[in-house]
């Protein structure tokens, strides 16, 4: 799909729906047009969703970890977060298990390493997806939510989701 590509309505709304978004935001009247979104003003819509987390190079852990905890919370799953006094590096837990995590801009950490141990201490049926964009970008963005509704989405709208999200590695 082209950055020009238009995304149908009804695609649109079940994306959004899945993403926690129900009522029209001011992006969402500010872009939408009768058939659907650009694929470019799409993305301004989406990533109002409680369940994407952006996360820009400067961005510090503590808060970072504190948006993964409330989205993760809304989805059911309880994660902890044990940080040192500089908010910088410690530990999350969850489901019994227990993952160190650091990230320090300035030693040129990858907030990749950050999502990859969260994953490894929450439930199995719980996945983040990653944005295309991530390589190579001074920022990340990440999306989270139950496999199951990952599955449903990637079956209304693989190709559209394909182009904000893709499976990590």
Request: hydrophobic content about 40%; aromatic content about 10%; cysteine-free.
């Amino acid at each position: 799909m082209d950055a020009n590509h238009r995304i149908p309505i009804d695609t649109a709304h079940a994306i959004l729906a899945t993403f926690g978004i129900t009522k029209p935001t001011r992006a969402y009247e500010r872009y939408v047009k009768s058939d659907g979104f650009e694929v470019n003003d799409f993305s301004e819509v989406l990533f109002e969703s409680p369940f994407i987390i952006n996360v820009d190079w400067r961005g510090w852990l503590q808060e970072e970890l504190e948006t993964i905890a409330t989205a993760l919370e809304t989805l059911g799953q309880s994660l902890s977060v044990n940080l040192d006094e500089d908010g910088n590096q410690g530990s999350v837990e969850a489901n019994g298990r227990k993952a160190m995590v650091k990230y320090v801009p300035n030693d040129e950490d990858d907030f990749d390493a950050v999502v990859k141990a969260v994953r490894t201490v929450i439930s199995p049926s719980i996945e983040f997806r990653e944005s295309p964009g991530n390589r190579g970008s001074d920022s990340w963005t990440y999306a989270v939510l139950p496999k199951d509704e990952w599955a449903e989405l990637q079956n209304v709208a693989g190709p559209v989701l394909s182009y904000f999200f893709v499976p990590m590695v």
